[in-house]
Nanobody, 123 residues
Framework: QVHLVESGGGLVQAGGSLRLSCTVS???????IGWFRQAPGKEREFAAA????????YYADSGKGRFTISRDNAKNTVYLQMNSLKPEDTAVYYC?????????????????WGQGTQVTVSS
């Protein structure tokens, strides 16, 4: 069984930054961890993903140049650094594990999800 806990969300003004953390426990193997987000009234969408070897990362177009995903294998933690935040980044951010197959940008590629952390960007 895999357990994920997100933290680091909050309220920030447009242009500000937040760093989200996802701590993973259980049998995750050396595979992908993803970040997704869901805004009110919208479907959950991909934000970023990283292979725990550090060999590859993926970003949604909306976050390229502003978001950076990284990992600390010793802490079993994946981070999402978000800079130059915009009101449209407001969403609940979820991390995901239990990767089943490509591409790592799909919700269906993951078996396990955290409870989410709220990010609110004010204008």
């Amino acid at each position: 069984q895999v357990h994920l806990v997100e933290s680091g969300g909050g309220l920030v003004q447009a242009g500000g930054s937040l760093r989200l953390s996802c701590t993973v426990s259980g049998r995750t193997f050396n595979t992908y961890i993803g970040w997704f987000r869901q805004a009110p009234g919208k479907e959950r969408e991909f934000a970023a993903a990283i292979h725990m070897s550090g060999t590859s990362t993926y970003y949604a177009d909306s976050g390229k140049g502003r978001f950076t995903i990284s990992r600390d294998n010793a802490k079993n933690t994946v981070y999402l650094q978000m800079n130059s935040l915009k009101p449209e980044d407001t969403a609940v951010y979820y991390c995901s594990a239990g990767y089943k197959g490509p591409p790592p940008t799909r919700m269906e590629a993951y078996d396990y999800w955290g409870q989410g952390t709220q990010v609110t960007v004010s204008s």
